[in-house]
Nanobody, 119 residues
Framework: QVQLVESGGGLVQTGGSLKLSCTAS????????MGWYRQVPGKQRELVAR???????NYDDSVKGRFTISRDVARKSVYLQMNNLKPEDTAVYYC?????????????WGQGTQVTVSS
């Protein structure tokens, strides 16, 4: 069972920056994709950014130009650099990954890390 451990959340003022980290319990060399989702109470979890094994990157429109996703295969980690944070970015951020196992695409989640942006 793959484990994903997030870190880096916290409280920051509007316009500030945070960097989230997600480290996997095994190599991400063959991962299909890794990404970050966020969720606020009463709403569905939404995709923030995702990076595929090919290097293709997707961002939600609301974070384009402010957030940057990156990965370090050697450190089995994916990162989310968040700049110019806004109060609407406040949410629990979850790391997500997909690996092909036994011919099936299996999904894994981290435990989540809180990001709070004060106005």
């Amino acid at each position: 069972q793959v484990q994903l451990v997030e870190s880096g959340g916290g409280l920051v003022q509007t316009g500030g920056s945070l960097k989230l980290s997600c480290t996997a319990s095994e190599s991400i060399f063959s991962v299909n994709d890794m990404g970050w989702y966020r969720q606020v109470p009463g709403k569905q979890r939404e995709l923030v950014a995702r990076i595929f094994g090919s290097g293709t990157i997707n961002y939600d429109d609301s974070v384009k130009g402010r957030f940057t996703i990156s990965r370090d295969v050697a450190r089995k980690s994916v990162y989310l650099q968040m700049n110019n944070l806004k109060p609407e970015d406040t949410a629990v951020y979850y790391c997500n990954a997909h690996w092909f196992r036994d011919l099936q695409l299996r999904e894994y989640w981290g435990q989540g890390t809180q990001v709070t942006v004060s106005s």
